[in-house]
């Protein structure tokens, strides 16, 4: 897996590469983690981590009305609406570990 250094907004963060590909919508691949956006598989990944949404928006320096907002499109693309749920996707995927 490689890890590359993105500079934003005057911050240095690491994001795997594997993530950060853009998604071939061709097919529509539902179970396929490219369906979400960065931020929302930044989210997901947080959210599998065990962090609630005010933190989230703490450490990301965004508003957790936003975090709320990406929460509901990560929910609604993946069929998924507990956070049990959304972790255990999150693991099967290797978004995160335990």
Same mark, same amino acid.
Do not use: W
């Given at each position: 897996?490689?890890i @590359? *250094?993105? &500079?934003s907004?005057?911050?240095?963060r690491?994001v =795997?590469e594997? $993530?950060a590909?853009?998604a071939?919508?061709?097919g529509?691949?539902q179970?396929?983690p490219?369906?979400?956006t &960065? %931020?929302e %598989?930044?989210i /997901?990944?947080?959210? &599998?981590?065990?962090?609630?949404t =005010? #933190?989230i !928006?703490?450490k $990301?320096h965004?508003?957790? *009305?936003t975090v #709320? @907002?990406?929460r509901?499109h990560?929910?609604?693309k /993946?069929?998924?609406k507990?956070? !049990?749920g $959304? @972790? =255990?996707? !999150?693991? %099967?995927k290797?978004? @995160?570990?335990l």
């Amino acid at each position: 897996m490689n890890i @590359t *250094k993105l &500079a934003s907004y005057g911050q240095v963060r690491l994001v =795997r590469e594997d $993530l950060a590909e853009p998604a071939d919508l061709s097919g529509q691949c539902q179970d396929c983690p490219y369906v979400l956006t &960065a %931020r929302e %598989r930044e989210i /997901l990944i947080m959210v &599998a981590d065990g962090f609630g949404t =005010r #933190e989230i !928006a703490d450490k $990301l320096h965004i508003n957790h *009305k936003t975090v #709320e @907002t990406h929460r509901q499109h990560v929910s609604q693309k /993946l069929g998924i609406k507990s956070v !049990a749920g $959304l @972790t =255990r996707y !999150a693991l %099967r995927k290797g978004l @995160t570990s335990l």
